[in-house]
Each structure stands twice: as structure tokens, then as C-alpha cells.
């Protein structure tokens, strides 16, 4: 069955420490998506990264990065000095396909961070 | 600015109600969803539209029903059959990157509370 697994429920830092939210997946399909939103207070979910199965190059965006590695099933995301505006839920995403143009998203459970100054 | 809309934001129903939330979007996609979320928990998928006139349940599509009249709108209804319904509830759109579904985005959400 997919699944996502987001093992760490809440995370708290002081500003500047580095933080890693692990995700681990599982999946039979060969061909998949993975993904991190963010969930402000506010609710919305905002998209921060896509990575295709095929492509296990890390991928670093400013203070984030991602590590995605096969032979572990595992996506993990990394703040880099971290800042209170980075505090948030974080959900980490598995896509199954449902059609051509529709796929459904297995999420975790979320990781909540907290990042006191 | 091109996104996506949910309204209202809160909405408080009384037992036995039916009640809808509207989504809409102008980025021009053609697939949209609807998603449920409890607290503490990730997001359920409810229903999802492939095209205008389309739509297909999800895996908790009981007590609810949606339409797709239109590409931009795809509003949710909550009936009265729903055992649960208090949750927030998030509607997501995508359209295609090539040959492949493109990444999902999501609305504001809209917080439904049964008094």
C-alpha cells in the first residue's frame, strides 16, 4: 500500500539551528512524484518542492534543502539556520496516479517546527 | 492574480444541514480535488474532476457530493449524511507539465465547524 511516513511529530529549534524533517514513503509504482508543502498558521498549503522518482539529485533552494534517496525510500528536507517565519506544519506528499491528468496525494502526517528566537 | 479561491472562510453548520463551499480557479486547469483535513493528521482526498463534467469519488466520498459545471468552479456539499463533517477543508487544482500531471495547488482552505 502507499503510505508516507512523517515519524517526528513536532521539532523545536532555537533561530539559526539547522533542522532535517525526515519522510520516509512506500510506493509499488515505479514511476512517481514526491513533494513538501508548508502549512502556515494561516492553513493554506503552499508547495515547495516536486521531485520525480527518476531523479535522485539533491536540490537545494536557498536555506532548503532535500535529500531523496531510492535505496532508503526516504525524502528528507533540511533548514538551514533556521527563522521564526519558518515556523509551520510541514507535510511531505506521495502521488498516485489516478488518470492522465489527475493524481491523488498520500500524505504524512505533518511535522510541526517551531523556531523560537 | 491567477489562484485559487475558497469561500467562506469559517462556516458553522447546525446538525442536518446541507451546506457548500465554494472553489474556484483561474489558472486555467483542467483537474481539480477536493481534500479533507482532521487535526493532527494529513489530507484525505474526497473527490477529484478530471474535466468539466466529470468528476469521480475519492477515498471518503460518503456524505458528500460536488459538481463540475464549469472549469473554474468546483464546489463541495456536505450533507446531512456526512457522520463528521467538522474539519478544514482544502480544494487543490493542477494542470499538465508535458506529458505528466503537474504539481497540485492549493486554496485557502475553509474551516467547517457543526454546532
Known amino acids: 500500500a502507499q503510505k508516507v511516513t512523517q515519524a517526528q511529530t513536532e521539532i523545536s529549534v532555537v533561530e539559526k539551528e539547522d533542522v532535517t524533517l525526515d519522510c520516509v514513503y512506500e510506493t509499488r509504482d515505479t514511476t512517481y512524484y514526491l513533494f513538501w508543502y508548508k502549512q502556515p498558521p494561516s492553513g493554506e498549503l503552499v508547495f515547495l518542492i516536486r521531485r520525480n522518482s527518476f531523479d535522485e539529485q539533491n536540490e537545494i533552494s536557498g536555506r532548503y534543502s532535500w535529500n531523496f534517496q531510492k535505496s532508503t525510500s526516504s525524502f528528507n528536507f533540511t533548514i538551514t539556520a533556521s527563522q521564526v517565519v519558518d515556523s509551520a506544519v510541514y507535510f511531505c506528499?506521495?502521488?498516485?496516479?489516478?488518470?492522465?491528468?489527475?493524481?491523488?496525494?498520500?500524505f504524512g502526517t505533518g511535522t510541526r517546527l517551531q523556531v523560537f528566537p | 492574480d491567477g489562484g485559487i479561491t475558497q469561500s467562506p472562510k469559517y462556516l458553522f453548520r447546525k446538525e442536518g444541514q446541507n451546506v457548500t463551499l465554494s472553489c474556484e480557479q483561474n489558472l486555467n486547469h483542467d483537474a481539480m480535488y477536493w481534500y479533507r483535513q482532521d487535526p493532527g493528521q494529513g489530507l484525505r482526498l474526497i473527490y477529484y474532476?478530471?474535466?468539466?463534467?466529470?468528476?469521480q469519488k475519492g477515498d471518503i466520498a460518503e456524505g458528500y457530493s460536488v459538481s463540475r459545471e464549469k472549469k473554474e468552479s468546483f464546489p463541495l456539499t456536505v450533507t446531512s449524511a456526512q457522520k463528521n463533517p467538522t474539519a478544514f477543508y482544502l480544494c487543490?487544482?493542477?494542470?499538465?507539465?508535458?506529458?505528466?500531471?503537474?504539481?497540485?495547488?492549493f486554496g485557502p482552505g475553509t474551516r467547517l465547524t457543526v454546532l
Open positions: 474532476s478530471q474535466i468539466v463534467n466529470d468528476f
Open positions: 506528499a506521495l502521488s498516485e496516479a489516478l488518470s492522465y491528468n489527475t493524481d491523488k496525494l498520500i
Open positions: 487543490a487544482s493542477n494542470g499538465l507539465d508535458s506529458t505528466s500531471t503537474d504539481t497540485q495547488y
